[in-house]
């Protein structure tokens, strides 16, 4: 059988259960845009509709429009920065792909909470809740990926070779921002929740403007 | 580690945060194909459903089905013009990546206006709002991919050589009609609803037969 | 830019309008995988549950099992079906987009008429309507393969050498019997609508071993 | 046409119907994500909503979070299992499709049982029901992937040549325990379900270890 060797995964590096890094990203990409797209799902009218006021009901909806944006935008700039990071990553092992797999779950975890916060941001004894939900779950997504980040960064025989030698930690403050600002939510969220939602949207619009570090010599 | 650079991906140009047209494409493409399938998902029967009416329950739910139609194909075009567009890509920068991702977190919007679209167009008072939520998701979506086409068009070094010296303005008023298109479904929703409705199905069958401009030497 | 020629896909046939036959497999795999599994969002149990009687409503909701069961089969069979087809495909053209894509609405479409087969095959008045239902949608989609197919068998500068020298017109027959077969379930419904879906399962089952005419030398 | 054989998984194994481990892999890969995103879905707050208590029902609902998160993990680990075996796949025929494809329509009814168990589990004479329905789908897991692994093993053709020479049955044992151990739910399941539930997770974390046998020689 002379093609038997042939498959193209078979050029990259299958690491733990024969896993490419390239299988692992297919995968989480799956999540991702899964995740987003399922997020229109928990965008509803309310069941009782009455007669001739349809405009005001789609109008009463921008909590959930809202919500909607600022989740769409959480799992895209997720989404970039897990490429960002996988891009350099030659090889997977168990605890990589098992923090992985955590990361995801509280990704696919998130259309939820984006619910609970569109549905109930605007009822006052509702909103606290609704926003400390929204928030927790950010601090998971900060730590499910600042988890895969940090095992990236300090096993350096996972990286290609030109990714190897960048000192991963001296970026690791950055992350230390986010989880800050998500834990900062928690008392907001008690004294006025519409901050607690504008911090989390700042808190990714900083993302998605975050680099890694780069290595000395270009490609 | 002798494999460390063959990863498949490498072949292409990761251009910001190591993202490769592939890799958008593929992305984009769950999007499309997740958004459209669960397009069905609000076709529903009437919950309080009497015996025996079942046949003219399905019957009287034509709206939807038409709806569901649309909306389906709307999609596909929008991922066939996506394709023609980024087979020409050779590189993705960050405003690119920006811009496709607002156009498709409005294409993921697209199941819920088709949803209200399909089960209250048949309601005296409410096809309206009906009519006029569709054609502003039409609008939006008419923005986004306009914004990705023109960034491309004037950005040259992201395209592949042969495509790189196409004038692609000269394509702009093509994206001008579908804009003036949906804009013009705003008022006629307020006389006619229905008649919005055809207007939004004819510009996408327009523009299922536009084509890009092509380079003068063929492949 | 030495790599602006390395993408992968460069190396496939692009068509219409740049798309490869491996995008539009790809693309189909995402649709035939999403509403595969959005089949189970429809097997739900009854809203108003009265309570110690979860056992007999699990029980109780055996028709839903078994239209998941059919539907989730029957897409699997297309999926297989559309690969066998496309395998040979070098080249797409527009005519052959329009219509897989026609058969991937349809498809998308199923899990509408299973969760009504479902939850309606066993009410009194209710049966008939459901199974015809289902019937319809199976021969629209034994119409959207057999498009497919039939274009592709006679437009054979879209094939791969070795594969465009095959009849592929002496295989229809085998179509024909499955639309005479979801026709005859129409009113097969109106008399037993169990016996129609029972025929809808063989139809399915009948495919599943259905090949495609080979050319006369091996591989 | 120069360009006709150039299509990338030519350079596989094209077995049943043109089918190439890669795509089933690829399929499998979609039904995975989508049925582990699809889960939050089920997690609901209850429709009678009481002002003021929304914390509360968010506390409330910790059996559905703790159902997602065993089931997310359930398939994951199912993934990364399938990964490890498909890698050493070299080409696929009819039967392996059809036991992968029962295996696959098992993982996508997941969201069901997971659904009822994290409603339910919590009222007393629901929790019952609930654990077996969830202990059986698990039965039908185990079943399918063992079904999988066991084709695999004992047609050696299908491998890639270094994976030949290994005997997969000696791993047999492995699979035999998962089954008595979902098996022993049943019981579990009348006398005190909660038990039920912990040891589906426990067997789920004992898979996550779990490795193939390895051929003698290393890569």
Redo the contacts between chains.
């Keep these: 059988?002379a093609?038997?060797?042939?498959?193209?995964?078979q050029?990259?590096?299958?690491g733990y259960?024969?896993?490419?890094?390239?299988?692992v990203?297919?995968?989480s990409?799956?999540?991702?845009?899964?995740?987003?797209?399922?997020?229109?799902?928990n965008?509803q009218?309310p069941h009782e509709a009455a007669?001739?006021e349809?405009?005001r009901q789609?109008l009463d909806l921008w909590p959930s429009y809202v919500a909607?944006?600022a989740s769409?935008?959480t799992i895209?700039v997720m989404?970039?920065?897990h490429?960002?990071?996988?891009?350099?990553v030659?090889r997977v092992d168990r605890t990589l792909?098992?923090l992985n797999?955590f990361m995801?779950?509280v990704i696919?975890?998130?259309?939820?909470p984006t619910q609970?916060l569109g549905t109930?941001i605007g009822?006052p004894?509702?909103a606290?809740?609704?926003a400390?939900?929204y928030a927790i779950t950010g601090i998971l997504i900060a730590f499910g990926y600042s988890g895969v980040y940090l095992w990236i960064g300090t096993h350096h025989e996972l990286l290609?070779?030109r990714f190897a030698d960048v000192n991963y930690l001296s970026n690791a403050p950055r992350f230390l921002i986010g989880t800050i600002g998500y834990a900062g939510c928690i008392p907001l969220a008690f004294f006025y929740p519409p901050a607690a939602v504008l911090v989390i949207i700042a808190i990714v619009l900083y993302y998605?403007r975050d680099?890694?570090p780069q290595p000395r010599t270009p490609?």
Excluded: C, K
């Design positions: 059988m093609s038997v060797e042939s498959r193209p995964q050029s990259q590096q299958r259960e024969g896993l490419t890094p390239g299988r990203e297919a995968f990409d799956g999540i991702f845009a899964i995740a987003a797209t399922l997020l229109i799902l965008v009218l007669g001739g349809l405009g789609l909607y944006g769409f935008v895209g989404w970039l920065n490429h960002a990071l996988f891009a350099r030659a792909v098992g797999l995801l779950g696919a975890f998130l259309p939820f609970v109930r009822v004894d509702e606290t809740p609704a400390l939900l290609h070779e998605s680099q890694l490609t």
